[in-house]
């Protein structure tokens, strides 16, 4: 459940502290307030301005804070104190924009009078003054990378990268509408610019390229932020949404609702809590739910010793029926691929050493179930030459064994088929081939050879058989011997 705070006018600029433990400054009319992260009072309370206070921002070690004013002054803040440690006057306007280089002694600030000036901290002195805008200067960010490097957007359509060693900016990109927010990428490659409805995102490593424009609000965008990794912006807007991208793909992976306009937000380092300002003064803080009770939640109790020698030493009487559990049946492999239709992958599977020679039939088993279903072809076909010469040793050795026979000759005929109009590119598939056809050729000898000796056999058969005499054959042999004893007698 969000935590809502009310502040003393609209929210205009939210920074974490880069150190533990997070502490953040809000800065909303003419004061800065410093929370807790899981406070909904201020623990601290910078208000020595004479009007409002914008854009108070941390330093990369926690410890200095600075911020600009309606009068166009800037003040420096020590975290531990409370009065202004240097007062930086130079802008004629109110200063919208300020911040520190990474080299922590110099601070860059931008302003209604146009200008971005840069700021020695020890001397508290002007460095040098950046008037090309030709509108108000309302955002910036610093190079985390490279300590002379700045950026500032403007009301004038356009983002400038300024560095300090040279006296005009390095690079100009004009994003085509008011710019309300720029970010740099952790690599300092990829530049972020929010205005209008748009948020832009451009290489600066090839001169300002755009690389992708994102149209996902329906009013004018007023804040970027980066989670810690990179993976996800975050733009909020004045149509009470906050929208999630993702980095890699850009496109929304989620989006927050709230109750009025957005004009500044805010991710805590370690991605927990997310802070958002808005124009009625309300401070809206949403922190992420704990992950060890969902560890706890989900981890269940485990059943007590009792459990599992209940019933142990019980003995069966007479009349007690014992009913067996039934056994688990286990698939194998190849089993589970021929149930899932991913006929390759089951030839694979028997095709491994320990099944392929000590258990064959299985393989020919599933060939002839693959056969069967009409997809042994597809599952034949988009080998490499190790897996044809395996198969082909596979059918050259098995094809003579009688009781794998058809199935093997069908499938010798499809990969012959198949792989024959790469024959010749591989030595060792030609090799196979032919010792295949050496083996179906001897077979078909042998087989010759049989037929001729059981012609043989059978012809001995039939001179070994005694010839049977006929019914007529007999009759006519016992008229003959009466006549030849009557005649006898006479």
């Not at 202004?84 to 600030?109: E, N």
């Amino acid at each position: 459940t969000p935590v809502q705070i009310k502040e003393f006018g609209a929210v205009n600029k939210i920074d974490f502290s880069p150190v533990p433990p997070y502490n953040y400054a809000v800065t909303a009319s003419s004061r800065i307030h410093i929370y807790g992260r899981y406070s909904q009072e201020p623990i601290k309370t910078f208000s020595r301005f004479k009007d409002a206070a914008y854009c108070a921002t941390y330093r990369d070690d926690g410890k200095l804070l600075v911020a600009g004013s309606e009068e166009g002054s800037i003040r420096l803040f020590d975290i531990s104190g409370r009065a202004p440690l240097r007062q930086f006057d130079g802008h004629t306007k109110a200063v919208h924009v300020v911040g520190f280089l990474s080299d922590k002694y110099r601070i860059f600030s931008g302003g209604d009078d146009y200008s971005s000036n840069l700021w020695d901290i020890p001397s508290a002195t002007e460095i040098v003054s950046y008037t090309e805008h030709t509108d108000y200067v309302r955002c910036g960010c610093a190079n985390k990378l490279n300590g002379d490097v700045f950026i500032t957007g403007s009301y004038d359509h356009t983002v400038k990268v300024f560095d300090a060693r040279t006296k005009s900016s390095v690079m100009t990109i004009e994003h085509g509408h008011p710019v309300e927010s720029v970010l740099l990428f952790p690599s300092g490659g990829l530049l972020v610019s929010a205005g209008g409805r748009y948020v832009k995102v451009w290489d600066v490593l090839k001169g300002g390229q755009l690389l992708v424009s994102l149209k996902n609000h329906h009013k004018t965008v007023t804040c970027l932020c980066l989670n810690s990794s990179g993976q996800r912006l975050l733009s909020g807007s004045l149509d009470r949404h906050v929208k999630i991208y993702s980095t890699t793909s850009y496109k929304v992976v989620h989006s927050f609702n709230y109750a009025t306009s957005i004009l500044s937000l805010a991710l805590s380092p370690e991605d927990e809590t997310i802070v958002v300002g808005m124009t009625n003064g309300v401070l809206n803080v949403k922190h992420r739910k704990p992950e060890e009770s969902k560890e706890k939640s989900q981890k269940k109790r485990q059943p007590a010793y009792r459990t599992y020698v209940k019933g142990r030493n019980y003995m069966p009487k007479q009349e007690d029926f014992y009913v067996s559990k039934p056994g688990k049946c286990v698939l194998r492999k190849y089993d589970k691929l021929l149930k899932s239709f991913q006929s390759s992958k089951a030839l694979d599977a028997v095709l491994e050493p320990h099944i392929r020679l000590y258990t064959p039939e299985v393989t020919v088993a599933v060939m002839q179930e693959l056969n069967r279903r009409g997809t042994l072809r597809s599952a034949l076909a988009g080998r490499d030459e190790k897996q044809i010469s395996l198969l082909l040793t596979f059918v050259t050795r098995r094809v003579i064994e009688p009781r794998f026979t058809p199935v093997l000759v069908t499938v010798a005929d499809m990969i012959t088929d198949i792989y024959q109009p790469v024959v010749g590119q591989s030595a060792l598939v030609d090799k196979q081939f032919l010792r295949l056809q050496e083996a179906i050729g001897r077979e078909i000898d042998y087989q010759e050879e049989l037929l001729e000796v059981l012609g043989m056999m059978d012809a001995l058969f039939a001179t070994l058989t005694k010839k049977k005499a006929t019914y007529l054959e007999e009759n006519k042999s016992n008229g003959l011997t009466k006549t030849l004893d009557q005649d006898m007698c006479n």
